[in-house]
């Protein structure tokens, strides 16, 4: 397996925002049912419950309780866990222009959830780092 990119100017000129198709949510159940488990895009073990990210369409099927409604960006760089400065560089510049957002690392990509009104702008925002 390649450990993906550490350099941050080249993470940062080449990280090409991705939206995914899709309204997410975030929300918390103590036992969640494998199916569920297997429709989030995210989950979280922690003290409280289990955090998933699910579509918001499974969400409302089921009828869980969420109050964040996300769009989700993924950066198609390649970017290496040990990388410095990333998600400091896209969260300043977003949070900037008063957009929140909820990163999650993956072993290749960083997705970012943001206010689902946001996401279009934020995509915008992430981009322009390219030119900094």
Do not use: K
Request: net charge negative; hydrophobic share 45%; glycine share 6%.
């Amino acid at each position: 397996m390649m450990s993906g990119e550490n350099n941050l100017q080249v993470l940062l000129r080449t990280a090409t925002p991705r939206r995914n198709e899709g309204q997410y949510v975030f929300c918390t159940l103590q036992q969640p049912a494998a199916e569920l488990l297997a429709q989030a895009v995210v989950v979280v073990q922690e003290r409280e419950g289990t955090t998933l990210v699910l579509p918001q369409a499974v969400a409302q099927a089921r009828d869980i309780d969420y109050d964040y409604l996300a769009g989700w960006i993924t950066l198609e760089v390649h970017s290496s866990l040990a990388a410095v400065g990333l998600t400091a560089a896209f969260s300043t510049v977003l949070a900037e222009e008063g957009i929140s957002c909820n990163v999650v690392a993956g072993y290749y990509h960083d997705h970012i959830f943001v206010a689902w009104d946001d996401t279009e702008r934020a995509i915008a925002v992430i981009r322009s780092l390219a030119a900094r």
